[in-house]
């Protein structure tokens, strides 16, 4: 593609909304691979191969491929995210050897409290957990931990 291809492509996917201008707020941004990758807990080919089977969608600019919240969203099982909590379900996800590691338990007694109802956010059949929904139901057991306890 020309330069000039490639500006008017650019131009017109602001336009239509598919690349954020910085007044767009976060859930319209548009993700990386690499991105959407580190939010799943998953490698970038693993990303590229679930958009190339059409099992997300995504946008292609150029040799690039995007990705909206919503779309990312879409591939977890779980509820959409309502508005107002769009910023907290954009944190990364974590795995349930993160959790086991953060709160010094074992990966087992963190199956057990997903098996007692723990939230799970699964991606293409692997197991996910938000870390903010983790802290609620943690939270109502009984288990204070202090903010961001995952970072």
Known sequence: MTPLVTALAISAARTRG??????????EKMLSIEEVARHFRLRPDTVRRK????????????????LAWPDVWACEDGPMPKRALTARYQDDLLTKKDIAAALSVSVRTVE???EDGM????????????????SDWLKRRGIDLPAEWWR
Do not use: K
């Not at 910085?22 to 859930?27: A, F, L, T």
């Not at 190339?52 to 040799?63: K, S, T, Y």
């Open 18 to 27: 598919l690349i954020p201008c910085q007044d767009q707020p976060d859930e």
């Open 112 to 114: 057990r409290w997903i």
């Open 51 to 66: 958009i190339r089977a059409r099992e997300i969608d995504a946008v292609r600019i150029g040799r690039v491929y995007r």
């Open 119 to 134: 939230p799970t956010r699964n991606v293409f059949r692997v197991v996910r957990c938000n870390p903010h929904d983790v």
